[in-house]
């Protein structure tokens, strides 16, 4: 088998690992389609952008502000019990909403509390769901397990917002939500069957907040772990947070319906599945390098689609974005910070990590604010830009970002990697 092959099949070993990549395939065809449906319930309600930044909004905050401490309990609970009583929660919250609106009661404060608590439930889902990885498969497979886990996540974005796009169209919004919830309960079916390995230790029984502490403590004297997380978070509150609002942007900027939203987030997530798919032929040691061109690249392609007026031309630079961002720079981001991280604060380092989707929600609001007052253009321009500053200063202005780039991935922080681990070259 050439080595390209090899390496991709080697997660595929581990049986645990397929029923994960099966349910992770479900759960985000469930999330590509929840936010797609529920920005249309917004506009459909109130017909406003602000309105739909403010949900996304109620979502950012919790997410944000609680996903240090849902890597902490990341460490400490069972991850593979805990992601099935958050999937649980989060279809039963959805199926509730349905049978709201099916009644005709929902009210705009329905999504506002909807909102709200999925963004609790994602801070606890996502950093739990990401280290799980590291316990179903050996680390000398974990990059290409990263890279397999986002392939299930953009083949989910690929299929969800066309397939509920169509739905929303065709039966109603009604039947979209009621749809979106019964998938919940297939990736539970999956999750069910794990088996990790026994390499997860949870942490001891120091208050939550000693532990939210201490990690911040390692990730602030690690230059990998700090420099990456500020560079993933810059990403996602300036250089990512369209992503949330492209049903408002295709309706106003592009003259689209839900179905053509669709199609654009279906572009997205093409683009991100072929941008993982290249991860296997980065070499491990240069990672570093890969994330600051991809970053750099992408704020262009960024500035580019916000002023492209026809909607195939947006299209096609979509689908350039997904395969920069989540389908290169976020696998990068995260497959570095587990390689660097130590096992005893890996959990809460992907946390941290994890601010980045929760802040894509957070900048929804003012990228939707000022879209209001200068156009969705001007708007987004200012973001990238914002995103390429931080990016050129925070990566290679700095001392410490020129050393990352200037040394291979195996030579960075010796001393914070974990005992009897590798060095992560190639």
Known sequence: MPP????????????????????SSFHAVSQGMQFLVLAWLVLE??????????????????????????????????????????????????????????????QIWHIYAVGAALGVLQALNQPARVTLLSDLVEEGALLDAVASFNLAVHLGRIGGPPVIGLVIDTFGIAVSLYLNASLYALSILCLSRLRPMKRHNP?????????????????RK?????????????????????????????????????????????????GSVIGNLSLSFMGRDWLYRWLMGCLVLFCFVLTL????????GAWALFLVMGGLSLGTVWPLATTILQMSAPAEVRGRVMGVLHFTPG???LGALPLAAAAGWAGWPAAISIAAGACLLVTLWFGVGRKSGRRLAAAPLGQQEPTTRGQGRGTGGS
Not at 203 to 217: I, M, S, Y
Not at 305 to 312: E, I, K, L, N
């Open 45 to 106: 309600l109130t017909g406003s952008k602000t309105q739909l930044g403010v949900v996304l909004f109620f979502y950012g905050v919790p997410n944000v502000g609680l996903l240090v401490f849902g890597g902490v309990i990341a460490d400490r609970f069972d991850r593979k019990r805990l992601l099935m009583a958050i999937q649980a929660t989060v279809g039963c919250l959805i199926a509730a909403l349905a049978a709201l609106y099916a009644a005709g009661l929902v």
């Open 359 to 361: 802040f894509h929600y």
């Open 305 to 312: 689609f916000a002023w492209m007026p026809w909607y195939w």
């Open 203 to 219: 942490g001891g029984r120091d208050p939550l907040v000693r532990n939210f502490v201490d990690g911040f403590v390692k990730i």
């Open 4 to 23: 390209y092959l090899r390496r991709i099949a080697g997660p595929w070993r581990y049986p645990s690992f397929r029923w994960y990549w099966a349910g």
């Open 222 to 270: 690690a230059p990998v772990l700090l420099t990456v997380i500020v560079l993933a978070c810059s990403f996602g509150g300036f250089g990512m947070s369209h992503l949330q609002v492209i049903p408002a942007f295709a309706r106003e900027q592009l003259g689209s319906g839900a179905s053509e939203a669709g199609l654009l987030l279906l572009a997205s997530g093409i």
